[in-house]
């Protein structure tokens, strides 16, 4: 038996790297997920693994296409249980020689994705009386990081909103809470760390490998779980003790 058995989870930016990884971990542990992505072909790829999964194309930047989701998943399970907010994007370059038309899109995908998904999303969870947040911030939000400093502020941004949404929804029995991620080795990654900062990371790290998206799924599932039932307000790093708090 899954420690998510008949749980209704929402995992956006699933299609890859990450976020298709904690997907393929709550539906091994029994959940039902619904898979959202922007790119709706990757998005369908990676439902069509598991029985029961669906596929919905979504741009968390929508806010009313978001809420459309939310009401889709009401209609067709009745309920939500977990939401993972994974959808990321980042364009790496120093702040000054930054484009603010990068700024505006990496607020809008790492911050304002997460306010409309949890827009959405809380309000059916306070009825339910139940629930579980994991919302994915980033080691950069935490101790910030060279080449990305709008992402880096839009992640800390999702670290305080993480513990204040805690506090406001622990009345209803709902509970949120952040993971972030350290160096990891997905697509992403590869796009603007070349072989140089990859050695450089991977030396960094004191067991000497980057992260590998299941590392970051175990935690996500745990902290989704009823296991982690008197936990919430909490942001743990998934790092390999790169940092460490």
């Known amino acids: 038996m899954g420690r998510l ?7 956006t930016g699933a299609g890859q790297g990450i976020g298709k990884a904690i997907a393929a971990k709550l539906a091994a542990e029994g959940a039902t997920v619904v898979v959202t992505d922007l790119d709706e072909a990757n998005a369908k790829e990676t439902a069509a693994a598991w029985p029961g999964a669906v596929a919905m194309r979504t741009d968390v930047t929508d806010r009313q296409g978001v809420q459309a989701m939310a009401g889709r998943v009401v209609q067709q399970f009745g309920r939500i249980d977990v939401l993972v907010n994974n959808a990321g994007w980042d364009k790496a370059s120093p702040f000054t020689d930054s484009n603010p038309a990068d700024w505006d899109r990496a607020i809008a995908v790492n911050l304002y994705g997460v306010l ?16 579980a947040v994991v919302n994915l911030g980033s080691d950069a939000g935490r101790v910030g990081s060279s080449g990305e400093a709008v992402y880096s502020a839009a992640k800390g941004g999702v670290i305080a909103f993480t513990k204040s949404l805690a506090r406001e929804m622990a009345r209803h029995q709902v509970r949120v809470n952040c993971v972030c991620p350290g160096p990891t080795d997905t697509a992403l990654f590869a796009s603007f760390a070349g072989p140089k900062l990859r050695e450089a990371l991977t030396r960094a790290i004191p067991f000497r490998r980057l992260g590998q998206p299941d590392d970051v799924a175990n935690v996500v599932a745990f902290l989704a779980s009823d296991e982690a039932a008197f936990v919430t307000g909490q942001t743990v790093s998934v790092s390999g003790g790169l940092t460490m708090s």
Request: net charge positive; hydrophobic share 45%.
């Open 116 to 131: 409309h998904t949890c827009k959405a999303v809380l309000p059916v969870m306070a009825g339910q009386g139940s629930g």
């Open 5 to 11: 058995n008949d749980k209704i989870a929402i995992v």
